[in-house]
């Protein structure tokens, strides 16, 4: 069973920037990796994914040019690198992993989830 922690969210103004962190708890080369984000009453949104080796990257486009994921290999870790915030993208965001390497939008491709941490951009 591999267990997610995240870390990193918080409260940040409009056009600030923040990097969130998921710390797996077992080797994760072999797993796409994702970024999902949900807000009351809504259904959990695709933010971003990593493949597993080689690392390629897809994002959502309301995020393309602003967020960035990446991962560090060495420290089971995989980040958000969340910049030019707005209003809109306050929400609580959750890591993700697969049990394989290839990369998906759905939540449902997932088998593994952190507990999340909020995101809060105040205008």
């Known amino acids: 069973q591999v267990q997610l922690v995240e870390s990193g969210g918080g409260l940040v103004q409009v056009g600030g920037s923040l990097r969130l962190a998921c710390a797996a708890s077992d080797t994760f080369s072999g797993r796409a990796m994702a970024w999902f984000r949900q807000t009351p009453g809504k259904e959990r949104e695709f933010v971003a994914v990593i493949s597993g080796p080689g690392g390629s990257t897809s994002y959502a486009d309301f995020v393309k040019g602003r967020f960035t994921i990446f991962r560090d290999y060495a420290k089971n870790t995989v980040y958000l690198q969340m910049n030019s915030l707005k209003p809109e993208d306050t929400a609580v965001y959750y890591c993700?992993?697969?049990?394989?390497?290839?990369?998906?939008?759905?939540?449902?491709?997932?088998?593994?989830w952190g507990q999340g941490t909020q995101v809060t951009v105040s205008s």
């Open positions: 993700a992993a697969r049990r394989i390497a290839v990369v998906a939008r759905e939540p449902y491709g997932y088998d593994y």
